[in-house]
C-alpha cells in the first residue's frame, strides 16, 4: 500500500479528476435545466421525459456505454454530426468518459435538484415579482439560492458516481492508458489478476479520499447556506 | 440439487447449448454461472456453491488448485480458441500476420481494439503474440483496451477503430467485422480453457455432467461456436 | 390615481365577483376573515389570474381577459406588502430591503434608503438574517421592501396588525405622507376602523366575495345598513375643516366650524389647511339650554334632525350643525331625559380630549394627475 | 395558578431576563416588537431553554437549571398559539384541530370539539388543507387546535392580530369563559391595551428584554412612567363594581358606586356579581356646580386630589368619587376655565355610551386552586 | 424482440422484482435512520458516517462486490458470524443480490430523504409537542409524512438502482440463473456472446418499463400528497 504511484496511476487519477469535474459541472446546467422542467411544467410527454432522465440508472452500464457507442461514437448519428460540425470527437477521448459519467449521474442530479425546487415556498417567488424581478431574475436570485441545497448534493452526487463509473466509460470509451483510463478502469484491471488486490485497493481509497473531500466541501457550503437561512 | 458450473462468460452461447443438449438426454438441470474468470475464482475462494469450474485461462485455475480449490485429477483443458485481426467489413486493410509485420502503418493514427492487455486472457494473448511478431513496441501507444474482448470487437465493429484483435469464434459470428489474418499458435500461449471439478462439491450429479462435456456428446455445440475441442488428455 | 376593477376570480370553492372604481389616494379594503381581501389584492398585483374581467391603474390595462392582455407581476410596479412578511429567508435584511432597487430605473426610484430604514427603525436590523427577526420586526422590514422598490402603487394586506401601538402611530402619519408627498397610491387591506378612518378616502366594503359597498369613507361610515359589515359599534362622521387662527393656548389648534368653537389638541398644520377627522358619536354628548359649567369647551349650536333607535340601549341622534352633519350616541332615557325631538336647538359637546392623535389625518390633497 | 418564571436566555444577540410571578387567570405580557415576548413565551412552552433560571406552574417546576429540570415540551400540556400559525400544512383542518385530542387522557380532556369549532366558525373549513385558508381563517384553526389539545396553560401570541373587529369582539368573551368556566389560565400576548385592560388581570411588562413592571392590570395602566411602555396616550382606571338592582331601562345596567349613579348598556350580568372596567381618562368630564340639562347620566361627586400636567394641552385630573379613583382627562383651558383646584368637589361626568362591550369584561372569579 | 421470453429471462425477471423491492423496502428504514442522524445531529464522526454512505457511490462496483464477498461470504466474519447465529446466508443467494442492490442504492435513498428533511421547517414539529406529541410521534405523523417526498423519491431510485444494479450483485453472489441471475445480470451475459445483443436489449426494455411503473407510481402518491399540501 505505500509504494509509490506508477505514472500511470496518477495519470489515471488526473484523468479522473477531470472526467469528474467535467461530469459535475457540465451536467449541472443540464440536470438543472432538466429539474425546473420537470418540476414545474405540465406538458405531454413530461412521464416520457421524466423517465428517460431515469434511465441511465436502470440499464446495466454495459447497455448504456454500448447504446453510446452507437449514437456518440465517430460512426453514430449524433458522433458524426459533432465531428462534422463541431470537431468534436467523443470516442476513445477524455470527453466520452466524461459524457458517460455525466449521463449516468444524470438521474441523481435532476432527482436532488427536483427535490429541493419543489420544496420551495414559490410566494417567495412572487414576492420578488412584486418587486420587478423578471421571471429569469427571479430564478437566479430566488429560485437558485433557495435550492443550493439541492445543487450542490445533487453535484456531489454526480462527481461522486463518476468517479466511480466504470461500465458504461469502458464500454463507450475503452480504455487507453492516459487518454480514459480513470481510476474505476484501472481498479478494475487490478482485480481481474491474479494478487492485483492491493493495488486495486490503494488506488480505491484514494478515490474514497477525493469524494469524501468533495463531500466535505459541498457540506460546508451547504451548511453555511443553510445557517445563512437560519439565521447565523 | 441443479448441478452449477461457473464458467468464463465468453462460453454462454456454447455451453447453454451443451446444457440444452445434456438435459434432453438425462432430464437434469444444469445452471450456469456466467461471470468474468477472474470473478469466479474468487467466489470460488469464497465457497462459492459452484461444482465445475471452466476458465477462460490457466492463470486462475492456477489460482484456485493453488488453494486446493479443485479436485487436482479432473483439471482438462476443455477448449481452445484461436485470435485473430479483424477490420470492419468494408475496411480493405491487409497485412500478412508474421514476424516484422507493420501493423502501425495499418493502423494509421486508428487505433488498435484488444481487450485489456493485462487482465483479460484475450488481451493478454493478443499482447503476447504482437510481442513475439515484434509489433508491440510500435502499436504500445495507440491501443484501446476493453474490459472484455466483446467490447473490443464492438470497437471495429462500428468502425470507431480500424482494427482489433479478438478471438475467432466473436469474429466468426461478428457480419460487421473482417478477419484479417489468424495469429499462428506459436506466437502466443496457445488459448486455452480448462476444466475441473471444485474440491468443495457434494452434488452426485457433478460428475455426470463433467464427463458429458469432456464427452463426444457436448462436441458439436462447441465446435458450431467456433471452439476448438481439445481432446481429453492432450 | 384611479384603480378600477371589474373581474371574477376563483380560489377553491371560493368566488370574489368584484367591480369597482376608486380614484381614492388611500383605497380601503375592508370585509370580514375570509371575505376575499388578500385574493383580490392578488389579482390587482398580478400574482392570480381572473377568470374574467379588468383591471386598469389610471387607464393603463394591467389584466383584460376580453382582449387577452395579462401584464406579469414583474412589470406592474406594484408594491406588495404581504399579510405574512414573505421575506426572503436567504438574503440578510438589507439585502431583502435593497431587492427591488435595481428593477426600477433612476428615474422612478423615489424611495430612499435610509429614510425608510429610520423610519421603521430597523437600522439596527440590517446585518441580520430574517429568521432571527421578531414578529413586529419581519413586518416592518416588509413594509420597507415593499417601498424601495419604488412602486407606482402600493398593496398593503393588513401591514400594522402585528405592530404595537407606539409603532402604528408613527407608521400612519409616514404612510399619509406618502400619500401626500410621495402621491403614491396605497390599497390598504385592514380589520381596524380606526385606521381606514384616518388614512383612506375610497372604500371598498367586501362582503362573501362581493362588493356590497365602495366610495368615500365617510359616507360609507355614516351609512346605518353597513355597520354590521363595517364591524363598528356606533356611528361616526368624518368632517373636513379648515385650521383656523391660533388661539391663546398654544397646545390647541383651532378648526373653523360654522356651528361654534372646536378646538382639538395642536396639529402641526398651517393655518387654511384642511384637516379630515372622524367625529364618533359615541364622543358627542349633547345639552338642551345652558350645559353649565363644564369641562367640556367644544360647543357646537345644531338642530336635530333625525332620532333613530340603535341596539339599546343606544339612540342615535343625528344633527345639522350650521349645515355640517354630526351624530350624538346617547341612551334612550338621556333621550326621554332631554326631552329631544326632531327640530329641536341643541348644544353638541365634544371633549377635545376625546380625540387622539391617531383619529386626525391632513386631508389628502388633491391630486393633479 | 402561579406561573413563577426567573430565567436568563439568549437568542442571537439578544438578552432576555425575565424573573416575574403572576398568579392572574390571565397574565398579559406587554411589550414593544422585539421587546421579547415571544421568546419569553417559546421558553415557558418549552421550545427554548433558557441559559439560567426556573419556570414553574403551580410549584411544579418545569425547567431548573440548577437542578437540571427540563420538562419537554409535549409533557407540559401548554398550548400553544403561535404568533404565525403554523397549521400542519399536510394535514386537513378536521386533522389539525385533532391533532393534539389523542394524547391527553379522557379526564384531562376538556374541550369540546363542537363548541369550539362553532365558536370559532369553522365548520365550514373543516375539510379544507391550510394551504387555502385566509389569514383570519389559519389564526382561528390555530387557535382551536391549541384549545383542542386540553391544555392546563394556554399561551396566546398575538391571537386576535389578524381577526376583524367582529370575530375579536366574538372570541374575547371565548377567553373570558375559558378562564372563568374551564379555569384555564392564559399567558396573553397583545399590543391591544384595550384587549388586555378587559380580560387580563396581571400584566407583565417587557422592555428590551427585560421585565419593567408586573402586577394587576389595574396598577400597570395607571402608572403614568410606564406610559410611554404600555403605549397608552392617556390615563385610565380600572374599576371593578357591582352589579346593582335593574333600573327602569331594561337596556342599562346600573352598577353599584359609591358617589353616585353609574349605569352602562346592558351586560348580561346577574345582579351582585363583580365587573371590571376601565375608564379612560379621556371620557370623564367635569361639571362645577350643576351640569345642567345634559345628555350625560352618570355623573359621580367627586373631590380633586390632583392636577398633573400631562402632555399638553392634556392636564390629568385626579379625582376621589367615594374613595374610588378617576381621573379625567381635559385641556388645561378648561382647568383655567373652571378654576379647578386640589380639592375641589366637581361632578365627574362619563357617557353610558362611551363604552364599547370591549372595555368590560367580568372580574375574574378568585380561583379556587 | 418478439420472440417469448425464456424461462430463465423469466426467473431473472421474478427476481430482479423481488431483489429490488427488497432492496428498496429493507433499506427505507436504514436509509431513513441514516438520513435523520446525518440532519439532525451533530457529533464526532458525522461527517465519517456521511462518507461511508457515499462509499457505494464512489467504488466501483466490483470493488463493492468484492468487499461484500469478503465480509459476507461464507468465509467472511460477517458472513460466518450470521450464518452461525442465525442461520442466514446471503453469499450466492438472492438475499445477497438484495443485499448489494440496497448497499448500491443506499446513497441515493439518504441523499434524498435527507434533502426532503433538512427542507422541513423545524417549527411544525414544535408545534406538535406543544400539542402533547412525544418525539416519535412527531416523527411519525409530522416529519415523516412532511418527508413524503424525498422518501418516496429516495425509494424509487434505490428501486431502480437495485434492478439496474450490476457489477457488485455479479461479484458478491454470482450470476446463478433461477438463485441469483437478475436482469442486468442475465443481460451482462447476453452481450458477452456473440448475437446476444437483441436478447440483452429486450431485457433491457422490460427493466425499463418495470421502472418506469414505479416512477409513475411514485410520481401519483407524490402528487397526492403535494396536492394535499398545497390546498387540493
Ligand atoms: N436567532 C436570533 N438571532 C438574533 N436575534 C434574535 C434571534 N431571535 C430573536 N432575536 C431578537 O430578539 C428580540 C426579541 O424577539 P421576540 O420574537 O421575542 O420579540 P417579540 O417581543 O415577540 O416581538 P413582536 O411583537 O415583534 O413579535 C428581537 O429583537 C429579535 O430580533
Ligand atoms: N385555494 C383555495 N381553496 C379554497 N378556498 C380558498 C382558496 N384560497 C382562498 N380560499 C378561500 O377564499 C376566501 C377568501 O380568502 P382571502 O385570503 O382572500 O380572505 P381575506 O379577506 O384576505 O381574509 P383574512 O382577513 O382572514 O386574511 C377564504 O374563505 C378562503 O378560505
Ligand atoms: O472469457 Mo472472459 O474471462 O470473459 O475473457
Ligand atoms: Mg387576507
Ligand atoms: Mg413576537
Not at chain 1, 423517465?51 to 458522433?79: H, N
Not at chain 1, 438521474?107 to 415556498?121: F, N, Q, Y
Not at chain 1, 459541498?218 to 445557517?227: D, P, T, V, W
Not at chain 2, 469474429?171 to 500461449?189: K, L, T
Amino acid at each position: 500500500m505505500l509504494e509509490p504511484l506508477t505514472p500511470q496511476e496518477w495519470s489515471a487519477i488526473g484523468l479522473s479528476l477531470r472526467v469528474a469535474f467535467a461530469a459535475a459541472l457540465c451536467g449541472l446546467p443540464i440536470g438543472l435545466l432538466a429539474a425546473y422542467v420537470l418540476a414545474r411544467f405540465r406538458f405531454p410527454g413530461r412521464a416520457i421525459l421524466d423517465g428517460i432522465v431515469y434511465l441511465p440508472l436502470v440499464m446495466p452500464p454495459v447497455v448504456t456505454g454500448y447504446l453510446l457507442l452507437l449514437a456518440f461514437g465517430r460512426r453514430g448519428p449524433v458522433g458524426e454530426f459533432l465531428e462534422r460540425t463541431f470537431g468534436i470527437v467523443l470516442a476513445f477521448n477524455w470527453t466520452g468518459a466524461a459524457l458517460a459519467a455525466g449521463i449516468m449521474g444524470l438521474p441523481l442530479m435532476v432527482r436532488a435538484m427536483r427535490l429541493s425546487l419543489e420544496a420551495i415556498d414559490r410566494r417567495y417567488e412572487d414576492a420578488a415579482a412584486t418587486l420587478g424581478a423578471s421571471r429569469p431574475i427571479v430564478l437566479l436570485t430566488i429560485t437558485l439560492p433557495l435550492m443550493l441545497p439541492g445543487i450542490l448534493a445533487g453535484t456531489v452526487l454526480a462527481f461522486a458516481r463518476a468517479l466511480g463509473e466504470f461500465g458504461a466509460t469502458i464500454t463507450f470509451v475503452g480504455n487507453i492508458p492516459g487518454v480514459t483510463q480513470t481510476i474505476p478502469s484501472a481498479i478494475w484491471s487490478y482485480t481481474q489478476v491474479p494478487g492485483g488486490e492491493a493495488a486495486a485497493l490503494r488506488l480505491t481509497l484514494i478515490a474514497v479520499v477525493i469524494a469524501f473531500a468533495a463531500l466535505l466541501a459541498s457540506e460546508a457550503l451547504s451548511r453555511r447556506a443553510g445557517r445563512r437561512v437560519l439565521g447565523q | 440439487d441443479d448441478v452449477v458450473v461457473f464458467a468464463a462468460a465468453s462460453l454462454k452461447n456454447a455451453l447453454d447449448t451443451a446444457a440444452a443438449t445434456y438435459r434432453e438426454t438425462t432430464g437434469r438441470t444444469v445452471l450456469v454461472s456466467y461471470a468474468g474468470t477472474a470473478t469466479l475464482a474468487k467466489q470460488i475462494e469464497q465457497q462459492a456453491p459452484a461444482d465445475i469450474f471452466i476458465a477462460a485461462d490457466t492463470a486462475w485455475m492456477d489460482y484456485v488448485a493453488d488453494r486446493s480449490l479443485i479436485v487436482p485429477d479432473t483439471r482438462h483443458t476443455l477448449l481452445g480458441n484461436r485470435i485473430v485481426l479483424i477490420a470492419p467489413a468494408a475496411s480493405d486493410a491487409t497485412i500478412a500476420i508474421a514476424p516484422g509485420m507493420d501493423l502501425a502503418a495499418l493502423l494509421g493514427d486508428g487505433l488498435l481494439a484488444m481487450a485489456n492487455t493485462e487482465a483479460v486472457p484475450a488481451g493478454r494473448y493478443g499482447k503476447a503474440a504482437l510481442q513475439s511478431l515484434g509489433a508491440w513496441d510500435s502499436v504500445a501507444g495507440h491501443i484501446v483496451e476493453a474490459d472484455n474482448v466483446r467490447t473490443a470487437l464492438a470497437f471495429v465493429a462500428r468502425g470507431e477503430a480500424p482494427l482489433g484483435i479478438v478471438y475467432a469464434t466473436d469474429a466468426a459470428a461478428e457480419p460487421a467485422v473482417r478477419v484479417i489474418g489468424v495469429f499462428p499458435e506459436d506466437s502466443h500461449p496457445p488459448v486455452r480453457y480448462p476444466v475441473a471439478m471444485i474440491a468443495a462439491s457434494t452434488n452426485p450429479d457433478a460428475r455426470a455432467f463433467y464427463d458429458f462435456l469432456l464427452s463426444d456428446a457436448a462436441r458439436p455445440a462447441f465446435e458450431t461456436e467456433g471452439f476448438t475441442v481439445i481432446d481429453a488428455g492432450s | 390615481m384611479t384603480l378600477a376593477v371589474d373581474i371574477s376570480a376563483r380560489a377553491g370553492g371560493f368566488a370574489l365577483d368584484a367591480a369597482f372604481e376608486s380614484a381614492g389616494r388611500i383605497t380601503a379594503l375592508f370585509g370580514h376573515s375570509g371575505a376575499g381581501k388578500t385574493t383580490l389584492v392578488n389579482l390587482i398585483a398580478g400574482l392570480a389570474r381572473p377568470e374574467r374581467g379588468a383591471i386598469a391603474i389610471d387607464g393603463d390595462t394591467l389584466v383584460d381577459t376580453t382582449r387577452g392582455v395579462f401584464v406579469p407581476a414583474h412589470r406592474r410596479r406594484i408594491g406588495y406588502v404581504f399579510q405574512e412578511g414573505r421575506l426572503f429567508p436567504h438574503l440578510s435584511v438589507r439585502r431583502n430591503l435593497v431587492y427591488g432597487r435595481r428593477f426600477s430605473t433612476t428615474k422612478e426610484r423615489w424611495a430612499d434608503f435610509d429614510t425608510i430604514v429610520d423610519l421603521l427603525g430597523i437600522a439596527s436590523l440590517l446585518e441580520r438574517q430574517p429568521a432571527g427577526l421578531s414578529g413586529g420586526e419581519k413586518q416592518r422590514v416588509a413594509i420597507g421592501r415593499a417601498l424601495l422598490a419604488s412602486p407606482r402603487l402600493l398593496l398593503m394586506d393588513e401591514p400594522l396588525a402585528s405592530l404595537d401601538e407606539a409603532r402604528k402611530a408613527d407608521l400612519l402619519p409616514y404612510i399619509e405622507r406618502l400619500r401626500d408627498e410621495m402621491r403614491l397610491p396605497i390599497v390598504y387591506v385592514s380589520h381596524a376602523i380606526d385606521e381606514v378612518a384616518r388614512i383612506a378616502d375610497t372604500m371598498v366594503l367586501l362582503v362573501g366575495g362581493k362588493v356590497v359597498a365602495n366610495g368615500p369613507v365617510s359616507d360609507i361610515l355614516a351609512r346605518a345598513d353597513l355597520r354590521a359589515h363595517t364591524g363598528q359599534q356606533e356611528a361616526s362622521v368624518v368632517l373636513t375643516l379648515r385650521v383656523g387662527a391660533p388661539g391663546p393656548d398654544p397646545h390647541l389648534t383651532t378648526l373653523e366650524h360654522p356651528a361654534g368653537r372646536f378646538s382639538v389638541p395642536r396639529l402641526d398644520q398651517a393655518e387654511g389647511s384642511e384637516i379630515r377627522m372622524r367625529i364618533r358619536a359615541r364622543d358627542v354628548a349633547l345639552a338642551v339650554g345652558d350645559p353649565g359649567n363644564l369641562s367640556i369647551r367644544n360647543r357646537l349650536s345644531a338642530t336635530v334632525t333625525a332620532i333613530v333607535e340603535a341596539e339599546p340601549p343606544t339612540v342615535e341622534v343625528s344633527l345639522d350643525a350650521a349645515g355640517m352633519p354630526l351624530i350624538a350616541s346617547i341612551t334612550g332615557e338621556a333621550v326621554r331625559a332631554l326631552g329631544l325631538r326632531v327640530g329641536q336647538p341643541v348644544t353638541a359637546l365634544i371633549k377635545s380630549s376625546s380625540f387622539d392623535r391617531a383619529a386626525f389625518g391632513p386631508a389628502a390633497r388633491p391630486s393633479d394627475a
